[in-house]
C-alpha cells in the first residue's frame, strides 16, 4: 500500500461513511485505513481501491492514530505536543462511497502536554445526544464522550469531546477547530506513555510506558446539567516486563 516512506508508526482503520444512527457492522465498516508513517502528514487509503488522500494539520511528525464513533472520526497525537479530531466531509458523488476516499478536515484540537504526544485512545462507545443540547450533532445521532492522550511529559490527560462535531462542514468557510478542554490529568508514570487503550464499555482505561509496567485506570466520567466531569483511579499495575511496554489492548469481546 505505501511505497518509499519511512517507518509505519501507527494504523487504524475507519468508516467514514457509516450512517450516524447505524449501530452494527454494515457494508460501509472499516472501508478506510489511516496510517502514521514518521511524517507530519496522515495517510488515509480505502481497502478496497487503495486511492489515498493525505490529511495535513500537524506541525511535526504524527505519532500515533485512532478511530471513534466507530470509525466515523480519527484522532491523532504529534511531536508537536498537541492531539486533533479529524471528521469527514460528506461525499457529493454517485462513486462508491467504499471506495472513494472523503476529505477530513480538523475539528477539534486538544493542547496542553509539554512533550510528545505518542499515545492515544478515544471513547468506545457515544452517548446519545440530547435534541435541545447545543452539542448535539447537526445530524442527530450520537455524540462523542472522551478521549485519553499520553505524553513523553509522563502524564495522562482526560479530554471532552461531548461538543465534537462527526462531520465537517464541506463550505471552507474558514472556520477555526474548536479547543477541547482538559478534565483532569495525572502524572501516571515514570517514564515516556508508549500506548493506551479503552475497555469496550468504557469503563476501564489501560497504559503502557517505558518505565516497564502496564496500569489499569477505572474511568470516571459523567455528562448532564451540572457540565461534563471526568477522572481517573488507579486500580493496579501490572509489573514484570524487562524493557518498555509498547502496546496494551484490552480483549475486545470478554473480559
Known sequence: MIGFNDEIIDATFLSPNLP??????????????A?????????????TSLDARLISGHSEIVLCVDRGAQGRVLASGSKDRSARIWAPMRLRTTEDVSQ????WRCVAICEGHAESVGAIAMSRRAFAADSDSSSA???????LKFMFTGSQDRTIKMWDLSAVPLTADGDDDGTEPMKCKSL??????????????????????????????????EIEYAAGGAGVRGELRLLGTCKGHKRGVWCVRFGRAER
Request: charged residues 20%; hydrophobic residues 35%.
Open 35 to 47: 496510517l502514521a508513517t514518521n511524517s507530519s502528514l496522515i495517510r488515509v487509503y480505502s481497502t
Open 184 to 217: 483532569t490529568t495525572h502524572k501516571a508514570h515514570d517514564k515516556d506513555i508508549n500506548a493506551l487503550d479503552v475497555a469496550p464499555n468504557d469503563r476501564l482505561l489501560v497504559s503502557g510506558s517505558q518505565d516497564r509496567t502496564a496500569k489499569v485506570w
Open 20 to 33: 450516524l444512527q447505524a449501530s452494527g457492522p454494515s457494508a460501509l465498516s472499516d472501508t478506510h485505513v
Open 100 to 103: 472513494a476516499v472523503p476529505e
Open 137 to 143: 450533532s447537526s445530524s442527530g445521532g450520537d455524540n
